[in-house]
């Protein structure tokens, strides 16, 4: 089996990271902060867009900017020590590696934060590269040579499929196993439990 120079990209919210518990509350501490109704318990069940696209249901556009800052600001001491790794995580990069890869990871996630979120959990991937949601995500895929990208999104499968690259889903976000389906995913696992098992099977279409 020929896994020499096969990259892997892993999205990181809800694919690497159960981000919600750390979303809510900083959604929670930015409507005390700003004294804006935000419904956190909503917003936690959407994730994946940029962060402006959900800020937009609770503030005036002219002032999404100026709340997305504030958002990043308070984020660090708020989320990253709430926020947990998925289950299989830390197995799926190691396998990775073990197959003589490289990992890494592609998130709409502000790049800083989402770095403190894989350091906090002992995660160290080759690669980190924020701030690209859907589409845009195939630009750091095809820069890093991802064979194959794995999320949990609709928009990481449509990231995927411009790239070129494999889109393996996980039915561990918003996004239900039939929807990523549809929209192209070429494998879909229940979660990052049932990675390892399947890349010891797949051969590069490269290779």
């Known amino acids: 089996m020929a896994h020499m120079a096969l990259t892997v990209g892993f999205d990181l919210d809800m694919t690497l990271i159960d981000s919600r518990p750390g979303i809510r509350a900083c959604y929670q501490a930015l409507s005390e902060r700003t004294g804006t109704y935000i419904d956190a318990e909503l917003a936690v069940t959407r994730l994946?867009?940029?962060?402006?696209e959900e800020l937009i249901n609770w503030f005036p556009a002219e002032e999404v900017g100026e709340m997305a800052d504030l958002?990043?600001?308070m984020y660090p001491s708020i989320a990253i020590a709430a926020t947990p790794a998925m289950t299989g995580a830390?197995?799926?990069?190691?396998?990775?590696?073990?197959?003589g890869g490289r990992a890494i990871v592609v998130t709409a996630k502000y790049e800083p934060n989402a770095k403190l979120h894989l350091a906090h959990l002992g995660m160290e991937p080759d690669a980190v590269i924020g701030n690209l949601w859907a589409e845009q995500k195939a630009e750091a895929l095809r820069e890093h040579d991802a064979a194959v990208y794995v999320g949990d999104h609709v928009g990481d499968v449509r990231g995927a499929r411009t790239a070129g690259a494999l889109s393996v889903a996980v039915a561990t976000g918003p996004c239900p196993p039939e929807e990523l389906r549809a929209a192209g995913a070429d494998v879909v696992l229940g979660d990052l439990t049932e990675f390892p098992g399947w890349l010891s099977d797949y051969r590069?279409?490269?290779a």
Request: charged share 30%.
């Open 48 to 52: 994946g867009p940029p962060l402006a």
């Open 71 to 73: 958002y990043r600001e």
């Open 90 to 99: 830390g197995e799926a990069i190691a396998a990775v590696r073990e197959a």
């Open 204 to 206: 590069p279409a490269r």
